[in-house]
Structure formats: C-alpha cells, structure tokens
C-alpha cells in the first residue's frame, strides 16, 4: 500500500501542477507484474488489474483502461483493443459497434474505441 500511496500523491500532484483532469491508465493487466516478490504475491490474477483501475478511479472520473476486470462500479472509460483500419468484423471498424454493444451487456457502460 505504501506504493500506492505514493502512485496517488505523484499523480495527484501532477494534476494540481497542471490542470489536467485524468489519466490512461494502461498496464493494468497481471502479466505486468511478475516481478512481485515472493513474500508478496498476488491472491488472483486479477488482484492487480481491479487495483490499478480502483487506484484511478480514487484519483478522478476520468480516467481510461484497458484492463477492467470486474470493475463495472467504478464509472471509468474502458478502451477496446486495437482496431485494424479495415470494415470488417474480425477486428476491423465494424467489430468497433459489436464490441461496444458487447461491453454495454457485460456493464461496462463507458467505453471508447482504439485504432
């Protein structure tokens, strides 16, 4: 928790010291952080993913992610992965409007596309 807290106030900071309103906060998947040290390992693989999205929903509204297991509650944008520049349902633009409506049902209501 102690590095959280320090994420938070350097983050916080740097909002104050420039007027910015939030954040992308990519990286929150569990693979990021296969360095953890024994003593502290993570309970599940999605420990670290609902820590990194709750660490900035904590800091402001607006904020976006990649990796948002789980974290329905939090009101924060979750990006679609990346898109080719192409119509087409197999991950070009078209798959753009499926997987919104795809992440709408599954209650992520905030959700923003990515090229």
Not at 4 to 22: C, F, N, Q, Y
Not at 59 to 69: C, F, H, N, P, Q
Request: proline share 4%; no cysteine.
């Amino acid at each position: 928790h102690r590095t959280t807290s320090w994420v938070k106030s350097r983050l916080k900071a740097l909002m104050k010291t420039t007027g910015i309103d939030g954040f992308k906060m990519d990286a929150g998947e569990p693979n990021f952080v296969s360095f953890l040290p024994k003593e502290h390992p993570l309970h599940a693989p999605d420990a670290f993913t609902v820590a990194w999205a709750k660490l900035g929903a904590d800091l402001t509204g607006l904020i976006e992610t990649r990796s948002a297991y789980n974290t329905q509650g939090l009101g924060i944008f979750v990006r679609e992965f990346d898109k080719d520049s192409r119509w087409g349902h197999v991950n070009g633009l078209h798959a753009v409007i499926t997987s919104a409506i795809l992440f709408g049902l599954l209650g992520y209501y905030l959700v923003l596309p990515d090229m």
